[in-house]
């Protein structure tokens, strides 16, 4: 077990980052024994020179850091979980350069493993603000986990909409888990850590400062099996998480949009670039994930609560997840190709029916 206080203690050392907290106790095994080390032993590992070993050996201001720290974060209710604790995210674990250690308000659970982000501009379209919403809630009837950043426009749509669809939601956020950013959104902050949880790997006091939001964004896709960009300009930070997606061999997923809007112009880069996979509904990701969402498509059990006519009833039972061609369906049910077209749509429109190239069906 990691003693939080002394690791604490440990990354206020100046010039000691993630990498090096990590590369220190795979040698040492606690940060208790790295500063009981000589600074020649220090100096063996890795990336440890004479200087630094020597700011880990006479560094003063550690001690009044690390309680000042225990102190603020208790004050809130929340803790902190380390690269080394089971209940760190395995998928976070995984990422070339994990955090050491984490805030959190609320709490993981192992269902958040089958998670996705969903990220964009900060002042979305009323397009964008539709496809956030219908993209979430549709993820949130599988019961899946939303990641976001807790930053105004899509995220705070996303956030907002997985809570109201009684699914889990995560927020990664780019200051001290007592700095709510941006303020407005404090009242969903506490709804999130509620219902899911916050979380920061940056100390409690820290300033939404710009330059750790690229590094808050590659915790975003590191939780995540696949990050989707709804709207972003091609320098947006949604297009930094996509990025950093794509170096996690994470899966990448975006929206396409108008052609003559700037907000679009991120996500139709990606798709044009062959880094994203174009997307229109929650099923062009699952086809992509399923295996790792563990998802059954079942849809005699699936859509038990959708209202279906008697004739929409009818063509859904000759579909199955073995294409079918609209002649050979109108034949076995007796319906005629327009009528059955016509009924189709609406199944489609349903979300329990797909359409093939060359007027072929299957189960969505």
């Known amino acids: 077990m990691i003693n939080v206080h002394e690791l604490l203690r440990l990354s206020s050392v100046p010039r000691i980052g993630p990498q090096k907290i990590r590369a220190l106790i795979a040698h040492f095994k606690t940060?208790?024994?790295?500063?009981?080390?000589?600074?020649?032993?220090?100096?063996?590992v890795p990336g440890i020179d004479k200087k630094l070993a020597s700011n880990i050996l006479h560094h003063?201001?550690?001690?009044?850091?690390?309680?000042e720290q225990l102190k603020r974060l208790n004050k809130l209710g929340g803790r902190i979980i380390t690269l080394w604790d089971k209940e760190y995210p395995d998928l976070l674990r995984k990422i070339y350069d994990p955090p050491a250690f984490l805030f959190i308000l609320g709490k993981f659970r192992e269902a958040d493993a089958?998670?996705?982000?969903?990220?964009?501009?900060?002042?979305?379209?009323?397009y964008g603000h539709s496809v956030a919403e219908s993209l979430t809630r549709d993820l949130a009837q599988h019961s899946i986990t939303i990641i976001s950043g807790l930053a105004r426009g899509v995220d705070t749509i996303v956030h907002s909409t997985a809570l109201k669809c009684g699914t889990r939601t995560i927020a990664v956020i780019g200051s001290?888990?007592?700095?709510?950013?941006?303020?407005?959104?404090k009242k969903l902050m506490e709804h999130i850590a509620e219902e899911g949880a916050v979380i920061s790997e940056f100390p409690m006091g820290t300033k939404p400062d710009a330059p750790n939001f690229p590094r808050r964004n590659r915790i975003i896709s590191?939780?995540?099996?696949?990050t989707i960009v709804v709207e972003?300009?091609?320098?947006?930070?949604?297009?930094i998480t996509a990025s950093t997606a794509l170096d996690q061999d994470r899966e990448v997923f975006a929206v396409p949009g108008n052609i003559t809007?700037?907000?679009?112009?991120?996500?139709?880069k990606l798709i044009r670039e062959g880094r994203a996979k174009l997307i229109t509904n929650a099923q062009d990701i699952f086809d992509e994930l399923a295996s790792q969402l563990h998802l059954s498509f079942d849809q005699n059990d699936i859509n038990l609560n959708i209202d279906l006519t008697p004739t929409e009833q009818l063509l859904?039972?000759?579909?199955?997840?073995d294409p079918i061609h609209i002649d050979t369906l109108s034949e076995k049910t007796e319906i005629s190709t327009s009528d059955a077209l016509v009924t189709l749509l609406s199944l489609e429109f349903k979300g329990i029916v797909r359409q093939l190239p060359g007027k072929s069906f299957v189960r969505a």
């Open 261 to 268: 809007e700037k907000r679009s112009n991120g996500p139709n």
């Open 222 to 226: 590191g939780l995540s099996l696949g």
């Open 114 to 126: 089958r998670s996705l982000a969903l990220v964009g501009t900060r002042h979305p379209t009323p």
């Open 60 to 67: 003063t201001t550690e001690e009044k850091f690390a309680d």
């Open 316 to 321: 859904f039972q000759f579909l199955s997840d």
């Open 31 to 44: 940060p208790d024994d790295v500063f009981h080390a000589s600074a020649r032993e220090l100096m063996t």
């Open 176 to 185: 001290g888990l007592d700095v709510p950013y941006p303020p407005e959104n």
């Open 232 to 239: 972003s300009a091609e320098d947006g930070g949604a297009l």
